[in-house]
């Protein structure tokens, strides 16, 4: 299902035309991702690994080699996304991406830390030979690691679940540039697009002071 179908289906629930209300479709819109975040939050916190595939998008994205991480001095052996990776969806014992693979889809074997730790990866030298990825406050992704042959990727396919799959969507491999966002498939299972429009058909009715029968409307069929 498309977003611009979500949100038309909320409009068709509350009973009003696009082109009548003060309720635009690029507040609908929000509300959307906010409440389908909300879900996911709730559903795969204690299980992140049974996330079904049409929830999560996959980025291709560029690498740079840098010297350095927030003052932490690496030289030469730090790659960097050319940008910063949309906000993922903060759950419950994900540290980073569900997923990164090289860019012709060969797996990658690394272990994914929190940002504060780079410092300190390579002082255990059991774990020194690993190749480590983390994610900074501004949202690149770093490739870190002793050995040299991280250094050849020119590219990464991360997978994640974002906050925002509009803005996400402008990173995602083979992007079709003839579709607009809302009009490809929404990144939702089809059983959580029903609760998502029934919240926020809840929360518009209240805001907007429909009379109480047409809040029972809005959710019939949706049980």
Request: hydrophobic share 35%.
């Amino acid at each position: 299902m498309t977003k611009r179908e979500i949100i038309y289906t909320v409009f068709e629930k509350l009973n009003i035309l696009s082109d009548d209300t003060h309720v635009s479709e690029e507040l609908v819109s929000s509300l959307i991702d906010t409440k389908r975040a909300m879900l996911l939050k709730q559903q795969y916190a204690k299980n992140t690994w049974h996330m079904p595939i049409e929830i999560k998008q996959e980025l291709c994205l560029d690498l740079e080699l840098v010297n350095r991480i927030d003052g932490y001095s690496c030289a030469g052996k730090i790659l960097s996304t050319k940008v910063a990776l949309p906000s993922s969806i903060k759950i419950k014992g994900k540290e980073g991406p569900l997923t990164v693979r090289k860019g012709d889809g060969r797996e990658i074997a690394l272990s994914i830390v929190a940002i504060e730790r780079v410092p300190y990866l390579f002082e255990n030298r059991f774990t020194q030979h690993l190749t480590y990825c983390a994610v900074d406050f501004s949202g690149k992704l770093f490739l870190i690691s002793n050995d040299n042959k991280h250094k050849f990727l020119k590219s990464i396919k991360v997978t994640d679940i974002f906050e925002s799959p509009d803005l996400a969507r402008d990173y995602t491999c083979n992007i079709d540039s003839t579709v607009e966002a809302w009009d490809s498939e929404y990144p939702i299972e089809s059983s959580m697009t029903d609760i998502v429009v029934d919240l926020i058909v809840k929360e518009l009715t209240r805001s907007l002071g429909i009379p109480g029968d047409n809040i029972n409307d809005a959710s019939d069929g949706r049980r």
